[in-house]
């Protein structure tokens, strides 16, 4: 299954959703997600595709890794799971 | 109803190994957070934390008492030396068995736990040492008080997370108040800083990898510590009679529960708590100059803890000053408010306000007299100690100066 799949897979199961519910221009708000469903997502994304998530609750938009929509957490993800490649 | 007070304190935490070296570190504003020296801190993604430095259990307890004394009980027991020898009490005869223990800790003999989950399953073994449940049991440091000190009362241990030490306080209050007993040693001991203690912690998501900076608009999480405080709480007639050094009264306590989210507070809880302590202390908000925050340096919790001061004390919030001393001793879970009691007390006896130290850039939602990064000398009759657990149990006490 391709990256972009499995991370729609992930946020919802989190949100409760069937994955085709789910639009990548969504964001966590629209989905009802809160700071512990979004661990909750990082921790499975990191689970799934054996990589290190930089993510800090206290602090959800700062650092690399963009949590804004789907369609940024899945290029986040992409861009793990090819560094983690190279 | 009687009146109580304090008559003794002891320390072991961060910031210094007795109750005076830690004054003088609150005073400095000194920072007791640094790199964790553990087994397997490579393999944590937070290698900081407040440490208790320069310990050596074997100058203070033999052979046969270490494979008895979880960390968190040596923490417990060198603090309650301290405080007894403060208070002069001599516990025997019928004051003996008037007098109890009441502690706080969350993770109780988690350093045991850790070490020989580890020796069964990663080293294989298959036996442990003999001591290992009553060593890692949570009641023990408080049991180990009761024998070394002969306190034959009414005894027991308080676990809520990051309010266990000020609901063991508010007990040991109530406890004496109420004529139950005369004398109560209280306060709370955490000893959480080991591979696992770290590693469950971390998966939150809601720790500092640099510092823990409360109330600052670049906080960015909490940080752990570890120590204990311990307390002489006594019946003020019977300080008075036998001629004590009265440190301050405990005047008031209240505890709320949010009944609403297992992490995220609530500001209703904490404001009912906050609100609960001054109307059980018969004390007017305005009296109040000085809070000792819960202050945990997480977005959430800071924001939350200053709109519920505003909240209760209306146009005195922006008087009063609140200050977290986590930012010098991080966060000590369940031994936490036991050792931020001591900045209350400070606040009362000598007129200093500990600081806030890391405090960088002001965040508009928690805009209070923070005291930033400097001790203040000011003269104050009243104080709070905010505590706010996880799964939303909030105990706020409330001190008054001694007359």
Not at chain 1, 15 to 44: N, Y
Not at chain 2, 157 to 165: H, K, P
Not at chain 2, 315 to 335: E, F, P, V, Y
Not at chain 2, 351 to 362: C, D, S, V
């Amino acid at each position: 299954m391709p990256v972009k799949d499995q991370v729609i897979a992930i946020v919802a199961e989190q949100a409760l959703l069937a994955p085709g519910d789910i639009k990548m221009t969504d964001t966590p708000a629209d989905l009802g997600l809160d700071s512990l469903g979004l661990v909750e997502i990082v921790f499975a994304v990191e689970e799934t595709f054996d990589v290190t998530v930089p993510f800090n609750a206290n602090e959800p938009n700062a650092g690399d890794f963009d949590i804004s929509t789907v369609a940024s957490i899945v290029a986040g993800v992409e861009r793990l799971v090819t560094e983690q490649k190279a | 109803m009687r009146r109580v007070v304090i008559t003794g304190s002891g320390t072991i935490n961060p910031l210094g190994h007795s109750v005076p070296a830690t004054l003088e570190a609150m005073r400095e504003g000194r920072c007791g957070i640094g790199p964790l020296d553990i087994r397997d801190v490579d393999r944590l993604q937070i290698q900081i934390g407040g440490q208790v430095r320069d310990y050596d259990e074997t100058t203070h307890f033999n052979r046969q008492q270490i494979s008895l004394y979880d960390r968190f009980t040596q923490f417990t027991l060198l603090s309650a030396r301290e405080a007894v020898a403060q208070s002069g009490l001599n516990f025997s005869g019928e004051l003996a068995d008037r007098s109890g223990v009441v502690f706080g800790t969350s993770g109780g003999g988690l350093n045991t736990q850790d070490e020989n989950y580890r020796a069964v399953y990663e080293e294989g073994k298959n036996r442990v040492h003999p001591f290992i449940v009553p060593k890692l049991m949570n009641n023990a440091a408080a049991s180990h008080v009761s024998m070394e000190f002969n306190l034959r009362g009414p005894s027991f241990t308080v676990a809520t997370a990051c309010a266990s030490s000020n609901h063991a306080m508010g007990q040991a209050f109530s406890m004496v108040r109420s004529g139950m007993a005369d004398v109560m040693l209280t306060g709370g001991s955490e000893a959480m800083l080991c591979f696992g203690g770290i590693k469950a912690w971390e998966g939150l998501r809601v720790m500092s990898r640099d510092g823990c900076r409360p109330f600052s608009a670049t906080r960015n999480g909490m940080v752990q510590g570890e120590g204990a405080g311990v307390f002489v709480f006594e019946d003020r007639d019977h300080a008075i009679a036998r001629g004590a050094d009265i440190l301050c009264e405990v005047a008031g306590f209240a505890m709320s529960s949010d009944a609403s989210d297992i992490v995220t507070p609530s500001k209703q809880g904490a404001a009912r708590a906050i609100a609960g302590a001054l109307k059980d202390a018969r004390m007017n908000g305005e009296e109040v100059g000085y809070i000792n925050a819960h202050g945990t340096g997480t977005a959430a919790n800071d924001k939350t803890e200053c709109a519920a001061v505003a909240d209760v004390f209306g146009a005195h919030a922006d008087r009063l000053m609140i200050s977290s001393t986590k930012s010098m001793h991080g966060h000590l879970i369940g031994g936490t408010g036991a050792v931020e009691l001591l900045a209350c007390i400070m606040a009362l006896r000598d007129g200093i306000i500990a600081p806030t130290i890391g405090y960088e850039e002001p965040d508009p939602e928690c805009a209070l007299n923070v005291v930033p990064n400097v001790a203040r000398e000011a003269k104050v009759g009243a104080v709070l100690s905010n505590a706010f657990a996880f799964g939303g149990f909030n105990a706020v006490l409330a001190l008054r100066a001694s007359h």
